[in-house]
């Protein structure tokens, strides 16, 4: 009998994307809370899929129906809610809060509906007001209501970026006053019908919701239903619920100007500073942009209680990828870094694939050993790939950090370390590390380097820095 010898059989784009699938959502599969992504690209769903539970304790399973709620994701939302009383002449950008509100202490006069729009209103966070651990859920009128109590804001408004909550709870409390209209009744009537969004809806406080995802969170192995806070039935900055199958006509509405002209969402998918609109890194109306490899990505994140989710919306390459998740477990920007891969992995070679992934995958599986030999055994041919960046390790190490995998933390800053020795990052790296393991005099040893090293592009890294110093040295 003839035998002959076995070849390994080169793998083609679909099983390679099949295998990174399985990577991507390995902590979802079983009897745990659910993850579903959807890719959409060229007008068309490539794929939609689903992992785990949307319901543990009933055993349902979650599809592209489930509705999850959207979290920050909610202000793409509020923020078209706004652009479309603007359209109608309702609302201007350059009203001042105290046009809308003329009960508002005297700083209102100097916000704009813009600075709520693009975090530069300087608003007092309503999170700082109102304790996680209330007994009772506060709601967006009560949000303005404490910020009618404060007597000034953190800064001039308009000029820095601050992440603000408060600004979009604000924002939907315009849009009621405005329209005349609740929140929820507005969105119904000004997106999601006209949109044929059947499955969305804002929360009301104890509303049943179909399809619905329960959020859960793990306590010594075990997954405990973790649905609700003392702050998410907010709806302005977070509220929405929604399902992959809707984001579909939600992702789609945002080439057409079935609600908005063009050049309102040029507007929206722009970042603005301080001098106004720009084409740089930053914030627009409801969305983060940056740029990678001179191509401008779209994105955002949303996380409240139980539930973390990303997307990422590419307009020049046509694809977008978004993630639901009902696991409070893992940070959003894990799941950004999985969006971003499978935006160049079903992109058909017009985006590069971020090399993170890679890194991650052949730490997990063969450790630090030969790594960048590795890195090149799993690229295939046909995709483009970034190169091998510090920054990867730099957020693959705290990823690790904040999953409590602190020896492939440590090997991973000390890889880095290494590698890039003039680089703050891996010294910053082992001295959060070293911290956490209580080597009070290693944390300070590599908190003082990274320091020498640090530049102004890390700056809350390097204040982070100072005040664990000034802690370690008490």
């Known amino acids: 009998m003839f035998t002959g010898c076995k070849t390994n059989k080169p793998k083609t784009i679909s099983e390679y994307q099949t295998e990174f699938i399985d990577y991507l959502f390995q902590d979802y599969k079983g009897e745990k809370p659910s993850a579903s992504f959807i890719v959409?690209?060229?007008?068309?769903?490539?794929?939609?899929?689903?992992?785990?539970?949307?319901?543990?304790?009933?055993?349902?399973?979650?599809?592209?129906?489930?509705?999850?709620?959207?979290?920050?994701?909610?202000?793409?939302?509020?923020?078209?809610?706004?652009?479309?009383?603007?359209?109608?002449?309702?609302l201007s950008y350059d009203n001042k809060l105290s046009d809308v509100f003329p009960d508002f202490p005297e700083y209102a006069k100097a916000i704009t509906i813009r600075h709520l729009l693009t975090h530069r209103s300087g608003l007092v966070s309503y999170f700082n007001l109102y304790p996680e651990d209330a007994t009772k859920q506060?709601?967006?009128?009560?949000?303005?209501?404490?910020?009618?109590?404060q007597d000034s804001t953190l800064f001039q408004p308009g000029k820095k970026f601050d992440y603000s909550n408060s600004g979009y709870a604000v924002l939907a409390q315009v849009v009621e006053k405005r329209s005349g209209k609740t929140f929820k009744a507005f969105l119904e009537e000004a997106i999601f019908k006209p949109l044929k969004m059947n499955q969305s809806t804002a929360y009301g406080v104890n509303e049943n919701i179909a399809n619905r995802a329960y959020g859960y969170?793990?306590?010594?192995?075990?997954?405990?239903?973790?649905?609700?806070?003392?702050?998410?039935?907010?709806?302005?900055?977070?509220g929405i619920y929604s399902s992959l199958a809707d984001y579909y006509k939600w992702d789609q509405a945002l080439y057409s100007e079935k609600l908005v002209a063009q050049k309102t969402l040029e507007d929206a998918f722009s970042n603005w500073g301080e001098n106004g609109k720009d084409q740089e890194k930053g914030y627009g109306y409801g969305w983060r942009m940056e740029y990678r490899n001179g191509v401008k990505y779209l994105h955002h994140g949303g996380a409240s209680a139980g539930f973390k989710n990303y997307g990422v919306r590419i307009p020049s390459a046509n694809i977008s990828v978004m993630i639901f998740t009902n696991n409070g477990d893992y940070g959003p920007y894990k799941s950004k870094r999985k969006a971003t891969f499978l935006a160049g992995l079903f992109s058909k070679g017009k985006l590069s694939i971020p090399v993170a992934t890679l890194i991650e995958k052949s730490i997990n599986e063969n450790g630090l050993t030969h790594i960048e030999r590795?890195?090149?055994?799993?690229?295939?041919?046909?995709?483009?790939?970034?190169?091998?960046?510090?920054?990867?390790?730099?957020?693959?190490?705290?990823?690790?950090?904040?999953?409590d995998e602190h020896e492939k933390a440590f090997k991973t800053f000390d890889y880095l370390k290494t590698k890039f020795p003039n680089f703050f990052g891996g010294y910053y790296g082992l001295a959060r590390y070293h911290r956490i393991k209580n080597e009070k005099e290693k944390a300070i040893e590599y908190f003082e380097k990274g320091l020498e090293l640090a530049t102004s592009d890390y700056q809350f890294s390097i204040n982070k820095s100072k005040k664990m110093l000034k802690e370690l040295r008490q």
Do not use: P, W
């Not at 689903?50 to 509705?67: D, Q």
């Not at 506060?138 to 109590?149: F, G, N, P, R």
């Not at 793990?218 to 302005?236: E, I, N, P």
């Open 374 to 403: 590795r890195i090149e055994d799993q690229k295939l041919n046909g995709l483009k790939y970034d190169e091998i960046k510090k920054e990867d390790f730099f957020g693959l190490g705290f990823e690790f950090l904040d999953d």
């Open 40 to 90: 959409i690209r060229d007008g068309e769903i490539v794929t939609c899929q689903s992992f785990g539970y949307a319901n543990l304790e009933k055993g349902i399973k979650a599809n592209c129906n489930t509705n999850y709620r959207l979290g920050s994701v909610t202000k793409q939302f509020t923020a078209m809610a706004v652009m479309i009383l603007i359209k109608q002449g309702k």
């Open 217 to 238: 969170k793990s306590k010594d192995s075990v997954y405990q239903l973790h649905d609700q806070s003392a702050r998410s039935a907010v709806l302005g900055d977070g």
């Open 138 to 149: 506060i709601v967006d009128k009560e949000v303005l209501e404490l910020l009618k109590k």
